[in-house]
């Protein structure tokens, strides 16, 4: 690869782990403390279980976002893929707020982070993967 698009390799790989430990730390910390981990009221066991499984899901798209920092960018599929399921996650955090009204700050940073800030790591690693061809 040439000298000149290093940097910004590197800075993207730099974002994309720094941006993965959010999914990564609130997906295990969902699975290990469930509901309690946002501080609110516990749940019936359904609400639990359905709460303890999203974890998983958010875990694993953390992981999934981590899996492609070997080789960023022959993985362009899995990164659009990836960012499609936050991106509808997102959607369906906005439409909570809309019904339910602004939920506590944790929440409105990641509604920032899966609607604005994981669309343009996608956008960057599309970039970065088209100039390298």
């Known amino acids: 690869m040439p000298p000149g698009p290093l940097p910004s390799l590197l800075g993207f790989r730099i974002a994309v782990a720094l941006g993965g430990m959010v999914p990564v730390s609130a997906g295990l910390?969902?699975?290990?403390?469930?509901?309690?981990?946002?501080?609110?009221?516990?749940?019936?066991a359904d609400i639990d279980s359905h709460f303890r499984y999203l974890s998983g899901l958010l875990?694993?798209?953390?992981?999934?976002?981590?899996?492609?920092?070997?080789?960023?960018?022959?993985?362009?599929?899995?990164?659009?893929?990836?960012?499609t399921i936050v991106v509808l996650g997102g959607l369906g955090r906005l439409l909570g707020l809309a019904l339910q009204g602004p939920p506590g700050a944790p929440m409105l940073a990641a509604l920032g982070m899966e609607l604005v800030v994981t669309p343009l790591l996608c956008l960057w690693q599309a970039r970065l993967a088209a100039a390298a061809r």
């Open 29 to 44: 910390a969902g699975v290990l403390l469930g509901p309690a981990m946002t501080g609110g009221l516990p749940g019936s």
């Open 59 to 83: 875990l694993g798209l953390g992981l999934g976002f981590w899996s492609t920092l070997p080789d960023p960018l022959r993985h362009g599929g899995r990164f659009r893929l990836l960012t």
